[in-house]
């Protein structure tokens, strides 16, 4: 199976030549992320490889952007694993034909990465086998599950990255049908005491009313239990094929903003909140692993933040 390359503009100015996709793309392809930034106003997203093992989620996210992605799919939001065979078809193509630069395939990107946990051949078992037969490349697992039962008994734990979804206590009450916080949390300690590797996105960050202080108690719940190697933040954002075929939709009141990417929060307010919790990790707890997620070159420079040396969730 032919590995495809294509030349890409790099953050940092630099072109490179990079995996594009794999095959037709369906299971491994590059994202398609915005250019290069160059305006005030343009979004910075590394291009990463996803590995599209699956597609859907268990949970019911008010502002879940699947929503809207997958709408036009027969089966929806529904979780709908592919054939183990085909993915490790695809992987071990990339496998043979990738060379020494390491590159990190996002599982999570179309689904959450543990959708199959209850299963008799769960994802994680399979591709932590896959992936502990080389070291060059590892995989990405991003989750609101806490069920890692079947990944602490996985070897090869350096071959993987664990990236958990979190949010205050009250937006994932009243919005994220999902396993609690607390859950989470303990489950990315966990495995972080077993030696894998942890990042953690606080996303999406919602301004309700006692916003500052609750995301300063989920610092502190965060930093009691682990220390993750990274943390990625985001704010509330949606496309309007979301907030259309959201049930609840009473999220979008926040969403007083238009651009290319949907409806946002203020600028003003969303480098307020990014402020905060950058200050918070700064002051009490000497940590300053953070980047972005899908925000505009202008509020990076507004944190006197380097988008150029981005250290973000889904990239190396």
Request: net charge neutral; hydrophobic share 35%; aromatic share 10%.
């Amino acid at each position: 199976m032919k590995v495809h390359t294509k030349k890409y503009d790099m953050l940092g100015g630099s072109r490179k030549t990079l995996v594009e996709r794999v095959g037709d793309g369906s299971i491994i392809a590059r994202s398609d992320g915005p250019p290069a930034p160059k305006g005030p106003d343009d979004v910075v997203c590394p291009r990463f490889l996803e590995l599209k093992w699956a597609t859907g989620c268990p949970y019911s996210c008010a502002w879940c952007y699947l929503q809207g992605t997958l709408r036009f799919l027969d089966y929806g939001k529904d979780p709908h694993p592919q054939l183990f065979s085909k993915i490790e078809a695809h992987v071990q193509s990339f496998f043979d034909e990738v060379g020494i630069r390491p590159e990190i395939l996002n599982s999570g990107e179309l689904t959450d990465s543990m959708i199959t946990e209850g299963e008799t051949k769960p994802f994680s078992r399979f591709i932590m086998d896959l992936f502990g037969s080389q070291k060059t490349h590892k995989i990405l697992f991003v989750t609101k599950s806490p069920e890692v039962d079947h990944l602490l008994d996985c070897g090869s734990r350096d071959r993987a990255i664990v990236s958990f979804s979190i949010n205050s206590e009250p937006v994932a009450r009243r919005w994220e049908n999902a396993p609690s916080v607390e859950e989470r949390i303990d489950a990315a300690s966990r495995l972080q005491d077993a030696g894998f590797e942890v990042r953690l996105r606080i996303d999406p960050m919602v301004p309700f009313k006692d916003w500052k202080q609750s995301y300063s108690e989920l610092l502190e719940n965060v930093f009691t239990n682990l220390t993750p190697s990274r943390i990625t933040l985001g704010s509330l954002r949606g496309s309007q094929s979301t907030i259309n075929k959201a049930v609840d939709r009473s999220w979008a009141e926040y969403l007083e903003e238009k651009s290319d990417w949907g409806k946002k929060i203020p600028t003003t307010l969303r480098g307020e909140m990014y402020s905060a919790i950058i200050t918070d990790l700064k002051d009490n707890y000497r940590y300053d692993k953070v980047a972005l997620c899908k925000e505009t070159l202008g509020i990076w420079r507004e944190l006197k933040m380097d988008h150029r040396r981005i250290m973000c969730n889904c990239v190396r």
